[in-house]
């Protein structure tokens, strides 16, 4: 399974950043995927997931701002982020669960200034 992360970006506060991740290797569309990010000194958070039939669930902190979506023709799953604030400020990982075992994208890092 690999799953390929890209999008992030430095933003000014109140901006809006777009990340996508491409998955390969498994039958996407039969996977829930999430979005997850960790800040320096914190620990990994879940972000955003949407499950096979589309519903989608999201963490206090980014309801309203955020939106996950997913296109089973070309595998991938999108964050759209709007309103961002410094304390999005992270690196963010897609990851998806195949046999058990968790699969994590490589990250891409999102830097939202003040």
């Known amino acids: 399974v690999q799953l390929q992360a890209s999008g992030g970006g430095l933003v000014q506060s109140g901006g809006s950043l777009r990340l996508s991740c491409v998955v390969s290797r498994i039958m996407f569309s039969h996977y829930p995927i999430d979005w997850y990010r960790q800040a320096p000194g914190r620990e990994r958070e879940r972000v955003a997931t949407?499950?096979?039939?589309?519903?989608?669930s999201y963490a206090d902190s980014v309801k309203g701002r955020f939106t996950i979506s997913r296109d089973n023709y070309q595998d991938s799953v999108h964050l759209q982020m709007s309103s961002l604030k410094p304390e999005d400020t992270a690196m963010y990982y897609c990851?998806?669960?195949?046999?058990?075992?968790?699969?994590w994208g490589q990250g891409t890092q999102v830097t939202v200034s003040p």
């Open positions: 990851h998806t669960i195949h046999r058990g075992r968790a699969f």
């Open positions: 949407i499950d096979t039939d589309f519903t989608t």
